[in-house]
């Protein structure tokens, strides 16, 4: 009966440390790198929407998953690809600006969410340019 019990106690003991083993293993190590975070789109003509592609590699081992982007200006749109991105792939995070509103000088963030991103978690892009009535 003592060794039916210590052989159960040891499976117990051995289980509870495969699972603690398995749930260690949480954080991510993909990792986004682009190959630039600015753009300047020099003489920008009011009313034509100007595109750029930030260009962006996943250099980490595991899928890259690109969860949002926030930009500061309704001027300003964001259009990526929503599946993840595996490791040495890449992928592009096309922004769209458009001058509605009067000219001069323009300068704006866009934040990037991703699980590969900075202890910060986000990497932040930026664009700019200058606004003419006639272009």
Do not use: W
């Amino acid at each position: 009966m003592k060794r039916v019990f210590f052989v159960l106690l040891s499976l117990m003991l051995l289980t509870g440390c495969r699972k603690e083993n398995k749930m260690a293993v949480t954080a991510s190590k993909a990792k986004i790198d682009f190959e630039t975070v600015e753009y300047n789109f020099n003489n920008v003509g009011q009313g034509h929407p100007q595109e750029y592609d930030f260009v962006f590699h996943n250099v980490g081992a595991t899928p890259l998953v690109i969860q949002k982007t926030e930009t500061g200006c309704s001027c300003t749109q964001v259009d990526y690809d929503k599946e993840p991105v595996d490791a040495g792939e890449g992928g592009i995070i096309r922004v769209t600006y458009l001058a509605n509103n009067g000219t001069g000088r323009f300068s704006h963030f866009i934040a990037v969410y991703s699980n590969g991103a900075d202890s910060i978690g986000y990497t932040t892009l930026h664009i700019e340019g200058e606004v003419s009535a006639r272009h």
